[in-house]
């Protein structure tokens, strides 16, 4: 059976085309990826450009294998560092949602609250709430 593989998810185009690893593009600037909504800039990582395998056999020198085990230090430190910041936007707005998405299930639930100080003060604040969206409907 032949599948679309940008549309199963266990693919790398899929993953590829979904944001969700760190490649690099190698499609044209006009091949739709606007259409779709993927932007070209922040979308991959030119550090894998650096771990491609070159079959030319280089002369040995001393001078060249220093600075390429430098070079290779730095790009390690470069990969983690973006490997990081790609996890980090990833995961950007979670915190946010999950704390609304608890306040929505306190202010649900306010009469499952026991502690009484805290009861009156989600009262307040829900009280204050509703009267800001009063003003702003009025508005």
């Known amino acids: 059976m032949k599948r679309n593989p940008r549309k199963v998810k266990w693919t790398k185009a899929f993953r590829r085309a979904a944001g969700k690893e760190m ?9 739709g990826l606007a259409d779709r909504g993927m932007e070209m800039d922040g979308y991959g990582d030119s550090t894998l450009e650096f771990e491609k395998r070159r079959n030319i056999p280089v002369r040995y020198d001393r001078d060249l294998m220093a600075t390429t085990i430098k070079a290779m230090k730095r790009v390690a430190e ?23 998405e608890n306040v929505k299930q306190i202010q649900q639930n306010i009469d499952l609250v026991e502690a009484p100080s805290l009861k009156e003060k989600l009262l307040e604040h829900k009280i204050g709430q509703t009267e800001s969206r009063t003003d702003m409907e009025m508005a």
């Not at 490649?23 to 091949?31: A, G, L, P, Q």
């Open 78 to 100: 470069i990969k983690a560092l973006r490997e990081r910041k790609f996890a980090k936007n990833k995961l950007k707005g979670k915190k946010e949602k999950e704390r609304a």
């Open 23 to 31: 490649t690099i593009v190698s499609f044209k600037r006009d091949s």
